[in-house]
């Protein structure tokens, strides 16, 4: 499904991020794996280039603008080209009222989700627009891109940013074959998600029981759903918020 196209992924240490780079390597992409843990991505490349795939570990931090330049930089020197990002990088917090919330936490939430988002946008269209032929942005979203979950304040504010990022960007780069899609995604097995559940045990049931399917994803069905519209197959979907959430904004 994704012959020939270099793709970078964002958050790959673990999760989501780690799981898609298997998956897409799988479906014949070249991966260009970005996190901060450099350790992780290394091992994991390893994993990938043993079996046969492409793969390429570049460290850095998503808010850092500088650090995103030089993985995208990384990817067209090593594979000629940059067709797809997927940028997954998250954070979160729970359990704290808006009120309570430290002003730091906040900033750190916006910073990683938002932000993040944002640097690696500019700076993977830039070199898509650049090479001339197009191609293709998913940006990691959440239910709580589209309703109140239960999560924070600041981490709901966040990704209802990143959906509007996301149709701001179809908008602007459909007409110049540059599509950009959300995943609007549901509780997930995740590193991240079983640190929520250590400091608040309590959510789980809520987590669960809002899935019409009354279970939590496994991070490599996300991962399908990115492979899908990073690929051809959908070539006429752009500006969306995509759910794979079981259910839960269905419901």
């Known amino acids: 499904m994704l012959a020939g196209k270099t793709i970078m992924i964002t958050g790959a240490s673990s999760g989501i991020g780690a799981a898609a780079a298997r998956l897409f390597a799988a479906e014949g992409a070249a991966v260009?794996?970005?996190a901060r843990r450099e350790r992780y991505i290394e091992k994991l490349a390893e994993e990938i280039t043993g079996e046969g795939g492409r793969a390429l570990a570049v460290a850095?931090?998503?808010?850092?603008p500088a650090d995103v330049a030089r993985v995208v930089e990384a990817a067209v020197r090593t594979y000629g080209r940059l067709d797809g990002g997927f940028n997954n990088a998250g954070w979160a917090t729970a359990g704290t009222p808006l009120h309570e919330t430290d002003d730091s936490v906040f900033d750190q939430v916006m910073d990683v989700n938002v932000r993040g988002v944002w640097n690696c946008m500019k700076a993977q269209i830039g070199a898509m627009l650049a090479d001339g032929r197009g191609g293709a942005v998913v940006n990691t979203a959440s239910c709580a891109g589209v309703v109140a979950t239960g999560a924070t304040a600041s981490?709901?504010?966040?990704k209802h940013a990143v959906i509007g990022l996301t149709k701001a960007g179809g908008h602007e780069y459909g007409?110049?074959?540059i599509r950009v899609n959300a995943l609007v995604v549901g509780s997930t097995r995740t590193e991240l998600m079983e640190q929520v559940l250590n400091d608040t045990p309590?959510?789980?049931e809520s987590f669960?029981?809002?899935s019409m399917q009354k279970r939590m994803a496994d991070p490599v069905e996300v991962a399908q759903a990115a492979a899908?519209?990073?690929s051809e197959r959908s070539s006429f979907v752009t500006g969306?918020?995509?759910?794979v959430d079981g259910g839960w904004t269905g419901a």
């Open 202 to 204: 309590s959510l789980e």
């Open 208 to 210: 669960v029981s809002r």
């Open 155 to 158: 981490y709901i504010a966040a």
């Open 175 to 177: 007409e110049r074959g």
């Open 60 to 64: 850095g931090d998503v808010t850092v």
């Open 240 to 243: 969306a918020a995509v759910p």
């Open 32 to 34: 260009v794996l970005m």
């Open 228 to 230: 899908w519209l990073l």
